[in-house]
């Protein structure tokens, strides 16, 4: 059975990847308008990826005996000055959720709460891959600058994204 404050702090980040989730919607949408089809596509894979996080702890929850409660999702931003400021947005979210995962490995230490802390090292290495993926295109987007075609080469990599 959960504790109260974990079972708070897991529903918690049921909130948080179901609003990554809409943050990466909203960013795939500012690339569509754009005309930026491949970050388009490298943000919605992104975003049905957050949907799966957000299950995992549902199941968990359900699996120990807990009750989800779901919470309001903030709007996203709308817009961004550049492909390389939503990038940077992205990274900057994805730390944040490394942050939380961290806070929750060290409640259920401090709990003792064994099956929470192992259930939780799947999302520690998956932050680990999240960050790096971001940080790629941060520092290709940087040295790219303002090449136009360096650009569209990179949105079509992007596009190439699979179901990772």
């Not at 959960?2 to 948080?16: A, D, P, T």
């Not at 919607?25 to 943000?43: D, N």
């Amino acid at each position: 059975m959960l504790g109260k404050k974990m079972m708070e702090e897991l529903n918690k980040q049921i909130n948080e990847e179901l609003a990554s989730a809409y943050i990466y919607q909203a960013m795939a949408a500012y690339f569509e308008s754009e005309g930026w089809k491949g970050m388009a596509l490298w943000m919605e894979k992104q975003a049905g990826e957050e949907q799966v996080h957000a299950k995992k702890f549902y199941d968990y929850i359900n699996a120990r005996g807990g009750r989800v409660r779901f919470q309001a999702i903030q709007e996203p931003p709308f817009s961004y000055k550049s492909p390389l400021d939503a990038f940077s947005a992205a990274l900057k979210h994805e730390q944040h959720i490394t942050a939380r995962i961290d806070l929750l490995v060290d409640l259920a230490r401090k709990d003792r709460d064994n099956a929470t802390e192992i259930m939780l090292q799947w999302f520690v290495s998956e932050q680990v891959e999240e960050e790096e993926h971001a940080t790629d295109v941060v520092e290709h987007l940087k040295k790219i600058k303002d090449s136009t075609g360096a650009l569209f080469q990179l949105d079509h990599q992007l596009g190439k994204r699979g179901g990772d």
